[in-house]
């Protein structure tokens, strides 16, 4: 019989293949699009060497996913967020997409996504209690 084993903790490479397998080969016995996820990344780092921003994505089916938006306070104020962002927005058209889509919580960066053309597509309350989970997404030139 098959048990249930709790870790906490990100899975193995080998174990994430064979989850990303068996989505593969739901996806193709349902008809569906082709589970092909990609991730992707976009880095700046300071003259230093030193990690200074990245933006990380996964590309599923039609859509970029962003997951990850971090700029180094010693650099915040100077656009680099935004850039990050527009080299994101232009990968996604270059690639096609339909667009991009992100999540962000209500203490963080809304008008920061709004001042680039996002709009809010969803709000969850309380989380965490007392705040909010927001996602926004951008429409490009690639949807139908």
């Given at each position: 019989m098959s048990e249930?084993?709790?870790r906490q903790g990100a899975l193995t490479e080998r174990e994430q293949a064979v989850v990303a397998a068996g989505f593969e080969r739901g996806a193709a016995q349902s008809g569906a699009p082709p589970y092909a996820k990609r991730q992707l990344s976009w880095l700046i780092h300071a003259d230093d060497g030193q990690l200074a921003g990245v933006l990380t994505?996964?590309?599923?089916?039609?859509?970029?996913?962003?997951?990850?938006?971090?700029?180094?306070?010693s650099l915040r104020g100077q656009g680099r967020g935004g850039k990050l962002m527009r080299e994101a927005e232009a990968y996604a058209a270059a690639e096609g997409l339909a667009g991009i889509w992100l999540w962000t919580q209500s203490w963080q960066a809304a008008p920061f996504y709004e001042g680039l053309g996002y709009e809010e597509f969803a709000r969850f309350p309380d989380f965490p209690r007392g705040h909010f989970r927001l996602g926004f997404r951008k429409i490009l030139g690639g949807a139908t």
């Open positions: 249930i084993h709790f994505a996964d590309i599923l089916w039609d859509w970029l996913y962003v997951d990850e938006l971090w700029v180094d306070e």
